[in-house]
């Protein structure tokens, strides 16, 4: 079902680069916002494509990957409702630094390049907001990655899923048995380490009772107890 501009304007006013929008900003924003569905393993965009539209997740969720030469992939990032990717489409046409695919029913909100420009050139307002938002996100990445060069790989791991239950949490999981989906390769990449040293630290935690592992997924039973391993 195709969402009202009421909807899509509020959907668009929780994403982090456009939450500084007034809402008269967020309505001319998504008039220009297209709905598109992407089935489970189903490619939005591959690396090296022309980049000329942002994504914003309605529902479902997404990865972000990169491939070497021998076939190996590399997980970057994960988005579930709310998050946005591709975003420097709005700005310019460089071509896609990275695969983006669904990992589950995906439902975004596609907002062309060339609209977005367009909609930038008679509002100049919304571009100095919109630099303003990305230049926070841009020192919070930056931020996270020195964080990531002193820490050990049970905090970088302890970490990841912190984050991947905060998310679950905002898709209305509870305080306690948050499910995570994610192979534990998946969270090697996420944290910067080898699947090995994730695979000895993910059994450290199920031996201590805070997670129990499954195929391709996690359960973890005590999502305060993470912090005791991130430092």
């Known amino acids: 079902m195709a969402a009202s501009a009421e909807e899509t304007a509020a959907l668009l006013g929780r994403v982090p680069v456009f939450e500084a929008l007034r809402p008269e900003d967020l309505v001319r924003v998504a008039d220009v916002a297209v709905p598109r569905s992407f089935r489970g393993g189903e490619v939005v965009f591959r690396e090296g494509d022309d980049s000329d539209t942002c994504y914003i997740v309605r529902s479902g969720h997404a990865r972000a990957v990169r491939e070497?030469?021998?076939?190996?992939?590399?997980?970057?990032?994960?988005?579930?409702p709310g998050d946005f990717f591709g975003e420097l489409a709005m700005f310019d046409d460089e071509r896609r630094s990275a695969t983006v695919e669904a990992v589950d029913a995906l439902d975004v909100l596609g907002i062309p390049g060339v609209d977005m420009r367009a909609l930038l050139s008679r509002h100049p307002e919304i571009a100095v907001k919109l630099v303003i938002s990305l230049g926070r996100r841009l020192r919070a990445a930056n931020e996270r990655l020195a964080r990531q060069s002193f820490q050990t790989v049970q905090s970088r791991v302890a970490a990841v899923l912190t984050q991947l239950v905060d998310q679950a949490r905002s898709e209305?999981?509870?305080?306690?048995?948050?499910?995570?989906?994610?192979?534990?390769?998946e969270l090697a990449q996420l944290a910067g380490s080898s699947r090995e040293s994730a695979s000895r630290f993910l059994a450290v935690l199920e031996r201590a009772g805070v997670i129990t592992q499954g195929r391709?997924?996690?359960t973890v039973h005590d999502p305060a107890a993470l912090g005791g391993y991130v430092y």
Do not use: N
């Open 68 to 80: 070497h030469g021998d076939g190996r992939q590399i997980t970057l990032a994960t988005f579930g």
């Open 172 to 185: 209305g999981a509870g305080d306690r048995d948050v499910l995570v989906t994610a192979t534990q390769a």
């Open 216 to 218: 391709g997924r996690l």
